[in-house]
Every structure is written in C-alpha cells, then in structure tokens.
C-alpha cells in the first residue's frame, strides 16, 4: 500500500490547511490513517487518526484546532486544520494501518512521503 500526501503550504497564523493522505494498492483494507509530525529538533508525535468506526484521536496540542474525516470509498483521509499557530509548523507525515486479506494474509503499516507546513508570524 502506497500513501500519497498533499495540502501543505505556507499559511500566516490564524490561517487554514486542509491535508490529504490517499492509500493506493490492490486488494487492501485500510484501518487507521492519520498523520503524525516533526520538527527540525523535536519527536514525532501524533496529530491525529482516525480508524474504520470513525473513532479519532488527537494530540493535546490540537485543542480544538483540527478534524479529520475520511472517505472510504476514495481511501482517502482528511485533515481539516484551522487556527493554525507557528508552533504547527512541521513536516506532517500521513500514515496507515492495513490488512491483506491474500495467502498469506499481511498487517501492516505504510507511510507517506512528509508533506512541509510552515505558519508565519
């Protein structure tokens, strides 16, 4: 399973981005996908997923701030994020947890390439 990401940009603080993550491949189901991310110096921690039910979790530092959804039928998750702050800035990387129902069957996890989001002052 590939992750395609896109959405990123530069915003000035107060401002919106709204993240794609597209999973590709044959014969897969997808379970959680969200996205986690890093900056220049700091951990990788999680920004938010969301799994088959719906469910979502988020980071503390979210507060509020951003949703994600996604679309089964596109494989496709979304990460809504308003009131965007300087501190968001990072690399997001989109990420996935899937299964391979084949012989023999497979979990895994996939990730993305990191898409770059910078907030100005």
């Known amino acids: 399973v590939q992750l395609q990401a896109s959405g990123g940009g530069l915003v000035q603080a107060g401002g919106s981005l709204r993240l794609s993550c597209t999973a590709s491949g044959s014969t897969f189901r997808l379970n959680s996908i969200g996205w986690y991310r890093q900056a220049p110096g700091k951990q990788r921690e999680l920004v938010a997923d969301?799994?088959?039910?719906?469910?979502?979790k988020y980071g503390d530092f979210v507060k509020g701030r951003f949703t994600i959804s996604r679309d089964d039928g596109k494989n496709t998750a979304y990460l809504q994020m308003n009131s965007l702050k300087p501190e968001d800035t990072a690399v997001y990387l989109c990420?996935?947890?899937?299964?391979?129902?084949?012989?023999?069957?497979?979990?895994?996890?996939?990730w993305g390439q990191g898409t770059q989001v910078t907030v100005s002052s």
């Open positions: 990420n996935a947890d899937w299964n391979y129902f084949g012989d023999p069957p497979v979990a895994a996890r996939s």
């Open positions: 969301i799994n088959r039910g719906g469910v979502s």
